[in-house]
């Protein structure tokens, strides 16, 4: 079937303004996480869902960054006041359950503020 | 704290060549590693874990607790080999609560 989707793939936004990045899981998989990519820091934890769990929000920078899971599939993340440092590519990752299965990604979308 | 260092960014060979990617972490719990790898214009996929003690690509890695590292080998590097790789710890904090995390990644080149 089809692997995790992005989407937009690519998002130019004003400093300021709040955007919204949505992943679809592959069907079936209960665990879903967002991490940042940018240069020179790797790759950045954000979020994590599992299952009907509460959501570990632990790698938030900034309380302008959320997320949202509904019906246990398609997540929204939600950057609100858009800063400049914000710009990075964003991807989605799911897997079957747990941090030790394997991790499928999503291609990305790439934020860029102005 | 749970950390993995990946202390190069950058790893030139040439075709043929060894290549060694070094990771090494800090988890005081039983470690499950893992190494991604993010060929030009494609998505982050996994390239192989501990558990498994499986070659891909001709990649191999072993777990050395003593060490804490869990280095990616290849005897012979191909140019197919070019690509950005992540090493990753999972690992659980409070009861079932867990976390995947990533190195900085480094980037391999392989010169014809």
């Known amino acids: 079937g089809a692997g995790v989707s992005q989407s937009p793939s690519n998002k130019v936004t004003e400093k300021g303004k709040d955007v919204e990045l949505r992943c679809d899981p592959i069907?079936?998989?209960?665990?879903l996480y967002w991490y940042r990519q940018s240069l020179g820091q790797g790759l950045e934890f954000l979020i994590y869902f599992q299952g009907n769990s509460a959501p570990d929000k632990s790698g938030l920078p900034s309380d302008r960054f959320s997320a949202e899971r509904t019906g246990g599939s398609v997540s929204t993340l939600t950057i609100q006041r858009t800063q400049q440092e914000d710009s990075a590519v964003y991807l989605c990752a799911s897997s079957l359950a747990g941090v030790s299965y394997e991790q499928y990604f999503g291609p990305g979308t790439r934020l860029t503020v102005t | 704290a749970q950390r993995v260092t990946q202390p190069e960014k950058l790893l030139s060979v040439f075709k043929g060549a060894p290549v060694e990617l070094k990771c090494n972490y800090s988890y005081s719990g039983s470690p499950e590693l893992f190494w991604y790898v993010q060929y030009s214009r494609q998505r982050l996929q996994l390239l192989l874990r501990?558990?498994s003690r499986e070659s891909i690509k001709g990649f191999t890695a072993d777990l050395n607790k003593g060490e804490t590292s869990f280095h990616l080998k290849k005897p012979f590097a191909q140019e197919e080999d070019s690509a950005m790789y992540y090493c990753a710890l999972a690992f659980y904090y409070t009861g079932a609560n867990s976390k995947l995390t990533f190195g900085k990644g480094i980037t391999l080149s392989v010169r014809p």
């Open positions: 501990h558990i």
């Open positions: 069907s079936g998989h209960t665990a």
